[in-house]
C-alpha cells in the first residue's frame, strides 16, 4: 500500500503523523510526507533560504517523530540498508549513474508550494497513491488554515480512497456502509487496519433499494461477516434502505469513524454524490473514509 499524508504547520497535521506511523507500523505501507504551503518561498538565499521555511521545519519534526515509532532504526522498515546504482537525470539529455541508498520500503519526505488540494492531488495522481490522509481543524467544521475546504476538496477529487482524521477524536466505533457484492478486498482489508488500530467495534451496513432485495443483500453481508469473523474481529450486520440513507449517516457520523465504499459501480456512490461526500467531510463530527 503506498500512503500520502498531507500536510501544514498546524496542530492536526502533528496529529496525522501519529496515526499514520501506528498504521504503518502494521501494514509496513510505502509513506510520503508531503509538506504544503500556499506561499512561494523566497529563494533569493538558495537552499539556505529554503531550509528557513517554515513547513520545511516542521517536515524535519515530522520526519523524526514517524520514524521514531519505529524504535531501532535497524529493524525499522524505512532504514536505509540496501545499497544500488540508479541512472538520474541531472540535465536535459544527461544521465549520470549514482549510487543511492534504499529502505525495504519506502520513506519520502516532499514539499509542494501552491493550492493544497491541487497539489496534494497532482502528487497522488503521479505518485498512483492508494490512500490519502488528510487531517482538519476540531469543532463543527473540518478545515485547513490555508484553504479551508482542502479536506473536502481532496476528498471530491482523489483517485483513491481518502482518509480524513478529525484531530484527537478517536473513534471508538467505526460504521461501514458497503455494497454487498462490489467492495474490494483492499477496502475491507483496510477497514480491518483501522478497527485493529483504534480497537473499535465494527458495524457493517448493507444498502437496499426496495424490500424484496433486503433478503438478498442481508445474506451476502453476512458473508463479509465471516470474513471479519475470521480476522478475529467483532461486527456486526444492518441493512438500510437508499431512502433512509442521509439520517442513518448523519447519525453515524456523531457516534465514530464513518467508512463510505465509493468505488466502481458503488450503489452508494449512485445514490450518494461526490458534493454530498464533500458536505459530509465538511460537517461531520467524526472522521470520514471514502474507499474506492
Not at 531550509?51 to 531501532?72: C, M
Request: glycine share 6%.
Amino acid at each position: 500500500m503506498r500512503i500520502l499524508v498531507a500536510l501544514d504547520t498546524n496542530p492536526y497535521s502533528a496529529y496525522v503523523v501519529h496515526e499514520v506511523a501506528r498504521l504503518a507500523m502494521n501494514t509496513w505501507a510505502d509513506v510520503t510526507l508531503l509538506g504544503l504551503d500556499t506561499r512561494r518561498p523566497d529563494l533569493t538565499q538558495g537552499i539556505c533560504g529554503l531550509r528557513k521555511e517554515p513547513i520545511v521545519k516542521k517536515l524535519e519534526e515530522f520526519r523524526e517523530e514517524f520514524l521514531s515509532y519505529f524504535g531501532d532504526m535497524s529493524l525499522s522498515p524505512y532504514a536505509k540498508t540496501q545499497w544500488t546504482y540508479e541512472l538520474v537525470e541531472r540535465a536535459k539529455g544527461l544521465w549520470e549513474e549514482m549510487c543511492v541508498c534504499k529502505g525495504r520500503k519506502e520513506f519520502r519526505v516532499r514539499i509542494r508550494f501552491g493550492p493544497p488540494a491541487k497539489q496534494v492531488l497532482f502528487e497522488a495522481e503521479e505518485e498512483q497513491s492508494d490512500l490519502i490522509v488528510v487531517g482538519c481543524s476540531k469543532g463543527d467544521r473540518c478545515t485547513w488554515a490555508q484553504d479551508r475546504n482542502a479536506p473536502e476538496k481532496i476528498v471530491k477529487g482523489a483517485p483513491c480512497s481518502v482518509l480524513v482524521v478529525k484531530e484527537e477524536k478517536r473513534p471508538n466505533k467505526i460504521v461501514c456502509c458497503l455494497d454487498h457484492d462490489s467492495v474490494s478486498q483492499e477496502s475491507l482489508e483496510l477497514i480491518n487496519q483501522m478497527v485493529t488500530l483504534h480497537q473499535a467495534d465494527l458495524a457493517l451496513v448493507g444498502l437496499t433499494e426496495s424490500d424484496h432485495l433486503k433478503e438478498e443483500v442481508d445474506h451476502k453481508m453476512k458473508q463479509i461477516l465471516q470474513y471479519y469473523t475470521a480476522q478475529k474481529i467483532r461486527a456486526w450486520v444492518s441493512v438500510v434502505d437508499v431512502s433512509m440513507l442521509d439520517q442513518f449517516i448523519e447519525d453515524a457520523t456523531e457516534k465514530g469513524l464513518i467508512a463510505l465504499w465509493m468505488g466502481h459501480r458503488s450503489l452508494l456512490g449512485k445514490f450518494f454524490s461526490q458534493d454530498r461526500v464533500g458536505k459530509l467531510v465538511r460537517k461531520a463530527q467524526s472522521s470520514v473514509l471514502v474507499l474506492r
